[in-house]
């Protein structure tokens, strides 16, 4: 594949405020990335603001099997997450990099993986000729969570761990059960019991749908857990304790 990106000594400013990403704000930077790195090419579509904590942005799309059993994409839209208060030039980076993603689509070109080689190739190729610093995966900062303070309610499992360490899974409620069983047959698990709180310092950990255990230092469990329920189950059904 000829690359896109032409304008080899045009660069993109890179802005230190911080700020939330607006749908008239991602609309303009699509369209200044459109021109300056996809020379034009990519069509208007959707856009979508989003509360995710885990995809900073995401492509929405559809498909369907082609006959020589390639996929054919499409009903494409293009969402990014307001959630967190985020310096300027990620959200930046963030529209890039999804940008790539749907160049790549809307080209109906078959990649590897959704971050394979030719998606690796477009990105390093922008991060080369214009200064940037698209990523792959995003891990949000102490400070990013810090700032996350919005009330949700967690379903948190407490493993107290051989040696001593401590550890929490925060369930899903569609795996709730299931995780209730499992985590006390885990070798490493000594003692486990369930509650549920609404501590937005939980904000940080992803929902699980399966076993994961993520380690915590007790001193930060001790304060965070102040006020949480403790939770029972009694047949089919779960509960908080009385």
């Not at 690359?3 to 704000?25: E, G, P």
């Not at 609309?27 to 995809?55: A, Q």
Request: charged letters at 30%.
């Amino acid at each position: 594949m000829n690359s896109v990106f032409i304008r080899r000594n045009s660069l993109i400013k890179l802005k230190s405020r911080r700020m939330k990403a607006t749908i008239d704000y991602i609309k303009r930077k699509f369209g200044e990335y459109n021109e300056l790195c996809f020379e034009g090419k990519l069509k208007p579509l959707p856009f979508k603001l989003s509360n995710s904590r885990t995809m900073l942005g995401q492509v929405r799309f559809m498909r369907e099997k082609n006959p020589d059993d390639t996929w054919h994409y499409y009903g494409f839209v293009f969402a990014i997450s307001n959630l967190l208060d985020l310096p300027e030039k990620e959200i930046e980076d963030t529209i890039l990099h999804e940008m790539i993603h749907y160049y790549i689509l809307s080209n109906q070109m078959q990649d590897t993986s959704p971050h394979g080689e030719i998606f690796v190739r477009i990105m390093k190729d922008i991060n080369r000729r214009f200064d940037r610093n698209i990523s792959i995966v995003h891990r949000a900062t102490k400070e990013e969570h810090d700032k996350d303070t919005q009330v949700r309610q967690h379903i948190i499992c407490v493993c107290r761990m051989r040696g001593n360490q401590m550890g929490i899974t925060i369930a899903t409620k569609s795996s709730l059960f299931q995780l209730w069983d499992e985590i006390p047959k885990f070798p490493k698990v000594v003692e486990c019991n369930w509650y549920i709180t609404t501590d937005p310092y939980f904000n940080r950990y992803p929902r699980a749908k399966t076993l994961k255990i993520y380690s915590i230092p007790h001193d930060e469990l001790e304060e965070h857990m102040k006020g949480a329920q403790p939770l029972v189950k009694s047949g089919n059904s779960i509960r908080v304790k009385r």
